[in-house]
C-alpha cells in the first residue's frame, strides 16, 4: 500500500468524523443526554487525531498523480492549501473537544457554554471540511469539477478513468 492509497483511505476520517460528531452533539442537545454530547467529544478528537496521517500522506498521493493526464498543478495546491488550514481548524474543535470535556468532568459553570461554542465550531468545521474535500475529489474525477462538460471534463477534454 502506497501513500496515494492511504491518503484514500484516511482522508475521509476527519471529515466523516467531523460530521458525525456534529450530528451526534446535535442530538445531545436535542434530547438533554450529556452522554451522548461527550461521545460527540470523542469523535471531534477522533477527527483531529485523524487529519495528522491524513495530511501527512498528502504529500505522497500527489507525486502519485501529478503527472497523470487531466491533473492539474492548481488542482493539487488548491486542495492542499485548504488541507493544510482544514488541520487546524479540526485541530482547534478537537482541543475545544477536550476543554469541554474537562470543564464537564470538573463539574465547572463555564461546561454547557463550552458545548455551544463546539457545536458552533463544529458546523464552521464541517463547512470547510466539505470544500477540502470537494477539492480533492475535483483533482481526479472530472465531472464535479465547476465548468464540467456533458463531453466529460473541463472545456470538454476527456479523462480515461
Known amino acids: 500500500m502506497n501513500q496515494a492509497h492511504l491518503h484514500l483511505v484516511l482522508n475521509h476520517l476527519p471529515i466523516l468524523g467531523t460530521l458525525f460528531g456534529l450530528l451526534v452533539l446535535a442530538g445531545g442537545f436535542l434530547f438533554k443526554n450529556n452522554t451522548v454530547k461527550k461521545t460527540a467529544l470523542g469523535l471531534f478528537v477522533f477527527s483531529a487525531v485523524c487529519a495528522i496521517p491524513a495530511y501527512l500522506t498528502g504529500e505522497g498521493a500527489e507525486e502519485a498523480v501529478e503527472n497523470l493526464p487531466g491533473v492539474g498543478e492548481n488542482l493539487i495546491e488548491t486542495h492542499e492549501d485548504l488541507a493544510n ?5 479540526v485541530g482547534a474543535l478537537g482541543l475545544l473537544s477536550l476543554a469541554a470535556f474537562y470543564a ?20 464552521g468545521t464541517m463547512a470547510f471540511a466539505q470544500r477540502v474535500g470537494a477539492s480533492g475529489g475535483e483533482i481526479r474525477h472530472t465531472e464535479i469539477r465547476s465548468g464540467a462538460t456533458a463531453s466529460g471534463g473541463e472545456g470538454g477534454e476527456k479523462d480515461d478513468d
Do not use: E, M, S, V
Open 85 to 89: 488550514i482544514f488541520l487546524w481548524i
Open 104 to 123: 464537564d468532568f470538573k463539574g465547572k459553570k463555564i461546561a454547557p457554554t463550552l458545548y455551544l461554542i463546539t457545536l458552533a465550531a463544529a458546523l
